[in-house]
Nanobody
Framework: QVQLVESGGGLVQTGDSLRLSCAVSGRTFSTYAMGWFRQAPGKEREFVASISWRGWGIRYADSVKDRFTISRDSAKNTVYLQMNSLKLEDTAVYYC?????????????????WGQGTQVTVSS
C-alpha cells in the first residue's frame, strides 16, 4: 500500500509562512497524482491543491491561489505545500492524498490514500 506522512505543521501568526511536506512510500501499481486537502472542525474536508505525477498539471482552490504553491520532488518521493501569507481561515488539519487517476483533481473521492494529517493553526 501507499503510505503518506505529513509534516511541517505548526502554530503561526497571520502573514507567516509554512511549508508542509508529504513523504510518500510504498510500491504502487500506477502513477498517482498528489493532492493537499484540509479540514477544519465541523467542516468537510476541502480541496487545497493538487499536482499530477507525470503531466505536471497543477490545480489550486480559489481560496489559496497566489498564496500557496504545490510542488514535488520525485527523487525524494516528497510533495510539498508552500503556504505564504497565511490567514486565520487557513487553520485546519492538512492532509496529503494520493490519486490513482493521475490527474490533479479537486475531488477527495478520487484520492485512495491519505496521511494522518498535520495541524496548521494560524493566530492573530
Amino acid at each position: 500500500q501507499v503510505q503518506l506522512v505529513e509534516s511541517g505543521g505548526g502554530l503561526v501568526q497571520t502573514g507567516d509562512s509554512l511549508r508542509l511536506s508529504c513523504a510518500v512510500s510504498g510500491r504502487t501499481f500506477s502513477t498517482y497524482a498528489m493532492g493537499w486537502f484540509r479540514q477544519a472542525p465541523g467542516k468537510e474536508r476541502e480541496f487545497v491543491a493538487s499536482i499530477s505525477w507525470r503531466g505536471w498539471g497543477i490545480r489550486y482552490a480559489d481560496s489559496v491561489k497566489d498564496r500557496f504553491t504545490i510542488s514535488r520532488d520525485s527523487a525524494k518521493n516528497t510533495v510539498y505545500l508552500q503556504m505564504n501569507s497565511l490567514k486565520l481561515e487557513d487553520t485546519a488539519v492538512y492532509y496529503c492524498g494520493a490519486n490513482p487517476t493521475g490527474y490533479p483533481t479537486g475531488n477527495g473521492k478520487d484520492y485512495d490514500y491519505w496521511g494522518q494529517g498535520t495541524q496548521v493553526t494560524v493566530s492573530s
